[in-house]
């Protein structure tokens, strides 16, 4: 190799990292410049809104893990007594989680009782896995009673949450059916569901724990009754 031969590979040694650092410059510039689609972040889950109408509704009725003497102790009612049953962050050693989502014997309800659907247990795993805080007054956010209402999108899924535990299937309590679109639209339209849900003087009340419906949900029910009560 000679001299003008050395020099230039001398260079070419020198300037090979400059060049990789200006590479990456244009690259960062480049991609400051694109528009990345936002990734959709996974709902919080609300205790008192998600969580205790589902425990209420499928588990905590008298002679099982509610009432004055509830199964093991669980009284599935309330926070505290379902925390009972939780261990925060930890679904896999929740008796809440793995009980309903276990099969055979050891699966709650037991057999010949409403379930709640898969994804509302789904959603107890997202609630315990995210620490299962106690939020409260989050019922109302985003509730909308001036949006069209329908029934297979607003009162099926809120039925399923604090009604069907109790009355759905063959055996439902005082033979009322909820999960039935003429049980809720006879009920709905003599006002005998909102009366319940409201505690409205001469109703009684349900759920049957007290934890009342929100009134911006149950007002969806009248606004859906005035609409014409649509299988929608």
């Known amino acids: 190799m000679n001299v003008s031969e050395e020099i230039n590979s001398m260079f070419s040694r020198i300037l090979q990292p400059i060049r990789a650092v200006g ?7 480049a991609l400051s410049g694109c528009t990345w689609d936002k990734v959709e972040q996974p709902k919080v889950v609300c205790f008192e809104s998600d969580i205790l109408p589902i425990a209420t509704s499928f588990c905590g009725k008298s002679g099982c893990h509610g009432g004055l003497s509830p199964e093991k102790d669980y009284d599935f009612t309330s926070y505290n007594g379902i925390m009972q049953a939780v261990r925060p962050g930890r679904p896999g050693n929740s008796e809440f989680y793995t009980a309903l989502s276990a099969f055979g014997e050891d699966r709650m309800p037991p057999a010949g009782n409403p379930r709640p659907t898969n994804d509302q247990i789904s959603l107890i795993n997202q609630w315990i896995s995210e620490g299962a805080a106690n939020t409260t007054n989050c019922a109302s956010v985003g509730c909308d009673t001036a949006a069209a209402v329908t029934y297979s999108g607003d009162l099926a899924p809120l039925l399923q949450s604090y009604c069907n535990g109790c009355h759905g299937g063959s055996n439902a309590s005082a033979g009322l059916d909820f999960s039935a679109y003429a049980t809720v639209k006879q ?10 849900m409201r505690a409205a003087p001469g109703y009684k009340v349900m759920p049957p724990s007290g934890n009342l419906v929100s009134s911006c949900l149950v007002d969806k029910i009248d606004k859906w009754v005035a609409d014409g009560a649509p299988n929608n």
């Open 23 to 29: 590479v990456v410059a244009i690259a960062t510039v």
């Open 187 to 196: 009920t709905a339209q003599i006002g005998r569901l909102q009366g319940a």
